[in-house]
């Protein structure tokens, strides 16, 4: 049983009827404020109130410039960024949105991936990105993979070059995500993913 839920009924024995259901239900979904924490406090900021396409653009235009400071010249994959689940506040999708954006490039000459590494390993630091990690996955393929944050923005980026699979065929993958954002009032979130 949750913890908080005893704690809630312990503090509630006082209360009568309708007002101890309440309190008890509340502790027991994790709604109430017995024992749970505001969005901030779980995020640990303030989600911005933002259009869910303005948010798209930023994103795609994350990617655009991520794939100029690589600076190589290949096949992409056709995807756009798309709001999603801010699991950590909002699992029903109903309020906060995050924006994901994967894609890949392919059908490089061989030494053109290393080249694109080395090249975002310069680049990023150049135009605000902070590399937390330069190494290689966890995966047992153990790929090389850099991972930065945008100090001012706060998205999220992550290059993955496969060189170690089955399929010959190396790719860079990337993926570049948000912070959690708020929808304005009024926004059906469920139609923009």
Not at 111 to 125: G, I, K
Not at 135 to 158: C, L, Q
Request: aromatic share 6%.
């Amino acid at each position: 049983m949750n913890v908080n839920a005893v704690t809630a009924r312990q503090r509630v024995r006082s209360l009568s009827g309708i007002a101890a259901a309440t309190a008890i239900f509340l502790a027991l979904t994790g709604c109430g404020s017995v024992g749970s924490k505001s969005s901030e406090e779980k995020l640990g900021y303030t989600p911005k109130v933002q259009e869910i396409q303005t948010s798209k653009d930023q994103v795609n235009e994350i990617s655009s410039r991520i794939l100029d400071w690589m600076g190589v010249k290949g096949k992409l994959t056709e995807s756009g960024a798309a709001a999603t689940i801010c699991e950590a506040i909002d699992p029903d999708f109903k309020e906060y949105y995050l924006i994901h954006h994967p894609w890949s490039v392919y059908g490089l000459k061989v030494d053109s991936f290393q080249q694109a590494m080395e090249n975002l390993r310069e680049e990023l630091p150049k135009h605000g990105w902070k590399i937390t990690r330069d190494g290689h996955t966890d995966s047992i393929a153990r790929n090389p993979e850099i991972t930065a944050v945008d100090e001012k923005s706060h998205h999220i980026v992550t290059i993955e070059w496969t060189k170690n699979r089955s399929n010959p065929k190396q790719i860079l993958f990337v993926n570049v995500n948000s912070r959690c954002y708020r929808a304005p009032e009024g926004t059906d979130i469920s139609k923009e993913r």
